[in-house]
Each structure stands twice: as C-alpha cells, then as structure tokens.
C-alpha cells in the first residue's frame, strides 16, 4: 500500500497537467492518509472541542481508523449533523460555526488534502485565501507591487457566502473533473447532514459551515469559476493599449522649457519643468488606453480600474450578474463600493488603500511614487484597539489580570500589541500605532500598580529598561522569571518593535506545508502499540489533554504517574492501553468531585 504523501503527489501531477482525478474512493481506504490527518488536527484547539457527541481527539487509536475504513469500504458511513453556534462578527451580525464531530473532522481531513493536493496547481494567481505560501499580506504585496494608475477601485463583498454555497452547483463543478460517483455522493452526504442548534435538528439546504474542515477547499474551488471569469472575460475585455499618449498640456510646458532653455532663460526654464512637474505626463482620459486589476481573499475581491466611472459601474454590474446567475451568490449592497483612487479610500483585508501624489519623491529624474498604490492604517482601526484599554477616554487597568504573575501580564500585553503592529507593518503610516503603544502601556502599568498597591510612576521605574534595534534603543517594560541555576530565565518584554514600514513583511495564514516521508512523532508513538505507564500492548489508544496547565491542580499533594510522565515530557498527549486509560478518566473525574 503507498503512503499518504506518494499517494498525494500523484494526485498533485495529474492537478498541474489538468487531467481528469479517478478512482478517488479507493484512496479512502489507505490507513496513512488517516495518520497524517491525525498528526496535522491533534494540535489544534478545537480537536478537544466536543461536536454533536462528546467525541473528541482523546481516546485516538488505530482501531478507530479501521473501523471508519471498514464503513467507508462498506459505503455505510453516516456523516453526524454539526453541533452549530453563533459568534459575534465586527459589524455586530452573527457568524455561523459548524463543529463537527472528531471521527467526521478525522474523514473530512483526508478528503481535504486529496482535493487540496489536486485543485491547489489549478486555482488562480489572484487567489490569496485558505492557500499554504498565501495570506493576507500577499495579497495585499500584489497590490502594491503590480497596481498603477487606478483610478477607482470596486469593492465586492459576497453575503453570506459560506452559507449560501450551492450545493448543486458545487457538485457539478466537482464533477467536471472528479471521475468517480463514489466520492462525490461521499461530499454529497456530507452537504447535506444538516446541524443541531439547541438541540433540534435542521437539515441543509445550502452552503458549507465555517468551521468544518474541508469548508476552505470547498469554497476556494467554487469561487475559482469568478476568478476564471475576471481572468477569462473581464481583465482581456478591459486591458487594451500599450500605454497612455503624452499629456498635451504637460508636452506643451516641456517645449516652453526647453525653448527658453536654448534661448539662454535658465530661470524661467526652471520654472516652466516645476510647473511641469504638477501636471500629469500622460493623459488620464486616453480613450485607447484601460487597464483592470484583480484580487480575491476568500469571500473579499478589490478590482482596480483605469478607465471612466460608467465602465467601472459596468464592471460592478457584470461582477453582480455573473455570480447570482452561474454561482447562486449575491453581492453585499453596503460592501459593495465603487470608490475614486485619488480622493478616497479602499477598505480590504482591513487596511485603507489609496492612490500615492508626491510630486517630489523622483527616482532617475523621473517621479516614482504618483500613481501607485499605498496601504495605510485607517484611523478607526487604531481608535479600536485603544478603546479595548480606555474607558471615559483614559487608560485603565484590567482586573481580569491581577492574579497572573507580572510576567504573565506582561506577556499578554506584548502578545496582543504584536499582533497588531505586525500586521500592519506594511502600512506607510504604521507610526501612527505610536497612540495604541501609549495607551497600552499605561495601562499595563495601571494593572501592575494595582496589583501591588502601589503607584504608575514606581511601576514605570521598576520594569523599565531599553534593548538595542537596528535603529537605536528602546524603551520597554521587562519582567524575568528566574527557572533555577541550571536554566536560562524566561524574559517578557512589552515595546521593543520599531514602527517603521516593512515592505518585505509577510505573515502566512497557512505556511507552506513540508512533504516528506517520515512520520510525525505521535503517529509513531500509536503504531508502536505499546502503553508509556504500563508497558502493555493491548489495543493502545492516545490521551490528550488541552494544555499542559490542566495538569497542575490545586491542593495536589502527590502527583499520579501519568501526569509526572506528561510534564517531565511536556507533551500534551500519552500513548496508554484501555485499563490505564480508564484509570485517568477515574482518577481525573474523582479529583474535579474533590475540589469541586
């Protein structure tokens, strides 16, 4: 039997050549496609996240993969409907999340890295969502890289997309080059398993729940029929000419100039190129010249044009008709804008991007800057995070936190401002999170003060110290947690990032994934069959835990072996027999009755 990666790489080959994909179904009956799904989910949070059953990734073992063969041989496997709840988005409105069951995410894994491994060579270079090597910062590099010149940009939104995916329609898409009916009723089954919310079943008329794990695949293939037909229909149709025809005006200036240049007028040469030099070079209305840009990430798309208003409502126009009529999709009306490049700004992937003006930023005598478009951190954004510190307009302390230690607190402030700062570090205004710095910082002093009962100022002194940049040094708050003579202590520090723009700043949604041969460590440890408390070798099975704090319990006086083997190891997981198993959950559920 091939492994999972052999098998995945032949998959991949006939994806880059476009040739049709059979006999999928046999595929599902190969053990190592259900180990690397094991070994790529354990990790995740969410794999200890009970669905509709109070399944979860503890309790893993090889007979819970064989057992899902033996169904899926058997064309007998029941999809479980989700567990579905809502969360709270930006704007207020509620998101929808799907939580499958472990043995369905399990399945569901396999057959996302066989449609990811087959449609991933085919899916368009403007495609930026749900894709290893791809982000939100590649996306945002292709504007900034390749758009010049726009002069309105549409902004597309697709309502409700995830949950309005077709299912006919998907499936038809899935058809035209998935060869095997086997596999497709598979998907069909899974489309249609409906979802429990309060307890009461629903069934699913359409679209795919977000949280389900071959959702991103799913849409990314069906969403790739828009960007055939941008690249397909759209960008030929509006792409035309070389470039634009000299500005007559500006031409006009430059021959003034060099007249009184030869006639021996040095300054009133020089006055007629500077005012030259606030004019444009080319005509912006040249009726022989358009240009159209494209970008999507995920449900999100930004068209940039070159061309008059009516023809960018007409592009808006055929967007909105193309996906309601071939996809079934329709376009938010209040995210849906047509915005002008050179008065406004773009909203996308929550920057604000506009049309660059510097007239005096020159590169070989010639202006560099005008026309191309920048990124920058929209005011409302920064007020947004502050406010998430402040309250009546002043920074304040968070109680929440008065029980960790200084170094925890610490930590957490730092986490939560590098998160922003990294993100937006492409932005020419990233200097202006110098407000979000402020504030949080003293409210991080705030909390610590209130913590010790003492005062910002004695604080500020305390935890105060510079570390060097390649820039200069700065000031930061620093905490140390000494871990004995024999180990390095543990430094947390808030600050110490410069605001400086990064053109070059990439942070992947999905980092590109390594192929190779070798099993994971865990994967390794279930096949050896053999229990780490007792040594036995009776149908081994894997416990998990959330995290490592979980072990450590209050009021404890002697720790069991299991959790001594867990912390001495740092490993989340333990590979046990059933009886020893059985013993964890037992001594576990007595321990929550004692301290309850």
Known sequence: MRNAETILSIIRERGRQKLPLEDIYRQLYNRDLYLRAYSRLYRNDGAMTPGATSETVDGMALTKIDKIITLIREEGYQWTPVRRTLIPKKSGKLRVLGLPTWSDKLLQEVIRSILDAYYEPQFSRHSHGFRPGRGCHTALDEITRRWRGVKWYVEGDISRCFDSLDHQVMLSILKENLHDNRFLRLLSNLFKAGYLEDWKYHATLSGVPQGSVVGPICSNI??????????????????????????????????????????????????????????????PNDPEFRRLWYV??????????????????????????????????ELSQEK???????????????????????????CRKQRSLNGASGLKVPVDVIREKCSKYMRHGKPIQ??????????????????EYRGVVQYYLK????????????????????????????????????YQTTVPTPHGRLKVLQAVQQR????????????GIELRRQKDAVINDRPPEVYNSLRSEIVQRLLADQCELCGSED???????????????????????????????RRKTLVVCQQC????????????????
């Open 222 to 283: 069906y969403l790739d029929r828009l960007d055939q037909f941008v690249e397909c229909v759209l960008l030929p149709t509006y792409n035309y000419g070389d470039h634009r025809k000299p500005s007559p005006p500006y031409m006009a200036l430059l021959n003034a100039a060099r007249n009184k240049r030869i006639a021996g007028n040095h300054e009133e040469a020089k006055k007629l190129r500077q005012q030259a030099q606030q004019m444009p070079s080319r005509d």
């Open 296 to 329: 999507r990430y995920a449900d999100d798309w930004l068209l940039g044009f070159s061309g008059p208003r009516d023809e960018a409502e007409q592009i808006k126009a055929r967007m909105k008709e193309f996906l309601l009529d071939e996809l079934k999709l």
């Open 336 to 362: 849906t804008l047509i915005t002008n490049a050179r008065t406004e700004a773009a909203r996308f992937l929550g920057y604000e991007i506009i049309n660059q003006d510097a007239d005096d930023k020159h």
């Open 398 to 415: 968070r109680a929440e936190l008065l029980n960790d230690t200084d170094f925890s607190i610490i930590a957490q402030y730092q986490a």
């Open 427 to 462: 932005a020419f205004n990233v200097h202006r999170l110098r407000e979000l710095y402020q504030v949080m910082k003293l409210s991080l002093a705030k909390t610590l003060a209130d913590k010790h009962r003492t005062s910002v100022g004695q604080v500020i002194r305390k």
């Open 484 to 495: 004995g003579e024999k180990k390095e202590p543990l430094v947390a520090r808030f600050g």
């Open 539 to 569: 149908n081994c099975e894997v416990h998990h835990v959330r995290k490592l704090a979980d072990l450590d319990q209050p009021g404890q006086k002697e720790k069991p072996l299991w959790v001594k083997r867990m912390a001495a190891r």
């Open 581 to 596: 198993h059985e013993d964890i959950h037992r001594e576990r559920s007595s321990r929550h009755k004692s301290t309850a």
